[in-house]
C-alpha cells in the first residue's frame, strides 16, 4: 500500500507564507514526477507546480516567482515553499507521485487527501 499524506497547511494573511509537504510512503520502489495541484470552491481543479526525478520544474503562471516546489529523494518527501500568498491562493492543496511499487510494476499516479490553505485579505 502506498500513502501520500501532507501536512503544512492553514491560515495566514495575505503577504504571509506557508509550507506544505508531501510525505509517500509504503511499498515503493522508484517516484518518477511528483507535483502539487490544488482545488478552490466551485473550481476545477488546477496545476500548481511539478517537478521530475531529476530536479526539473513547472509552475503555473499564477505561482512564479512566489511559490518554490522541491523534493528530497531520499526521503520521498515533497515540498511546497509558498511565499506573498493572496486570498485566490485558498484552497485544498493535493500531492501527486508517479511511481512504481515494484521493479515489474507499471507507473501510476498517486494523490494526497490534500490539506486546505486559507489566505485572508
Known amino acids: 500500500q502506498v500513502q501520500l499524506v501532507e501536512s503544512g497547511g492553514g491560515l495566514v494573511q495575505a503577504g504571509g507564507s506557508l509550507g506544505l509537504s508531501c510525505a509517500a510512503s509504503?511499498?515503493?520502489?522508484?517516484?518518477?514526477?511528483m507535483g502539487w495541484y490544488r482545488q478552490a470552491p466551485g473550481k476545477q481543479r488546477e496545476l500548481v507546480a511539478t517537478?521530475?526525478?531529476?530536479?526539473?520544474?513547472n509552475y503555473a503562471d499564477s505561482v512564479k516567482g512566489r511559490f518554490t516546489i522541491s523534493r528530497d529523494n531520499a526521503k520521498n518527501t515533497l515540498y511546497l515553499q509558498m511565499n506573498s500568498l493572496k486570498p485566490e491562493d485558498t484552497a485544498v492543496y493535493y500531492c501527486?507521485?508517479?511511481?512504481?511499487?515494484?521493479?515489474?510494476?507499471?507507473?501510476?499516479?498517486?494523490w494526497g487527501q490534500g490539506t486546505q490553505v486559507t489566505v485572508s485579505a
Open positions: 509504503g511499498s515503493i520502489y522508484s517516484i518518477n514526477d
Open positions: 517537478t521530475t526525478s531529476r530536479g526539473s520544474t
Open positions: 501527486t507521485a508517479e511511481l512504481r511499487r515494484y521493479y515489474y510494476s507499471s507507473w501510476t499516479n498517486y
